[in-house]
T-cell receptor, first 114, second 115 residues
Framework: AQSVTQLDSQVPVFEEAPVELRCNYS??????LFWYVQYPNQGLQLLLKYLSGSTLVKGINGFEAEFNKSQTSFHLRKPSVHISDTAEYFC????????????WGAGTKLIIKP | DAGVTQSPTHLIKTRGQQVTLRCSPK?????VSWYQQALGQGPQFIFQYYEEEERQRGNFPDRFSGHQFPNYSSELNVNALLLGDSALYLC??????????????FGPGTRLTVL
């Protein structure tokens, strides 16, 4: 069965500093990978996705992620964060062996310090 | 183009009651999925509807049921509410393109509180 692990429940970082949010998954088949953002009291918004092709994926708001098949990871990065990036970030995976349903990580709260 | 809409925004119920949550999918989408997101956790898949039938189901009891209408909108019903059913309920819609991943678009959610 698939699972998704987000290694940090909270990541505090100073404004304008770089950030990396970590995501590892377990699956024995080819996967599709996603990062979603959830602002306080709102629904989920897709940041970026990996379906195939280049392993470096660029998303909205200056975020990017790199798919590493050997490490089964899909870490999210941003070179310089802004106060408006304060939110919870969820990694999710979809694959044939789960009938393409999204399996979610527990989320990482990104806390921007002024 | 309206995205996914959900109603109501907030709901307060007491234990044992029944609740119905509603979802209208994004224009052009034919598939609706429902998720439960407890506080501090990631979403958990409840079920998915396509062509007015439940196509897939997660690990939720029969107290959770649903319906999809001919216009693709959907309802989630929860009977005999428990305190543990308090959560944000998210609806996501997608366009079925066959046996592969179909990108899901999420609504803002309905916050259910069970007292």
């Amino acid at each position: 069965a698939q699972s998704v692990t987000q290694l940090d429940s909270q990541v505090p970082v100073f404004e304008e500093a770089p950030v990396e949010l970590r995501c590892n998954y377990s699956s024995s088949v080819s996967v599709y990978l996603f990062w979603y953002v959830q602002y306080p009291n709102q629904g989920l918004q897709l940041l970026l996705k990996y379906l195939s092709g280049s392993t470096l994926v660029k998303g909205i708001n200056g975020f990017e992620a790199e798919f590493n098949k050997s490490q089964t990871s899909f870490h999210l990065r941003k070179p310089s964060v802004h106060i408006s990036d304060t939110a919870e970030y969820f990694c999710a995976v979809s694959a044939l062996d789960s009938n393409y349903q999204l399996i979610w990580g527990a989320g990482t709260k990104l806390i921007i310090k002024p | 183009d309206a995205g996914v809409t959900q109603s109501p925004t907030h709901l307060i119920k007491t234990r044992g009651q029944q609740v119905t949550l509603r979802c209208s999918p994004k224009s052009g989408h034919d598939t609706v999925s429902w998720y439960q997101q407890a506080l501090g956790q990631g979403p958990q898949f409840i079920f998915q509807y396509y062509e007015e039938e439940e196509r897939q189901r997660g690990n939720f009891p029969d107290r959770f049921s649903g319906h999809q209408f001919p216009n693709y909108s959907s309802e989630l019903n929860v009977n005999a509410l428990l305190l543990g059913d308090s959560a944000l309920y998210l609806c996501a819609s997608s366009l079925d393109r066959g046996e592969s991943y179909n990108e899901q678009f999420f609504g803002p959610g309905t916050r259910l509180t069970v007292l």
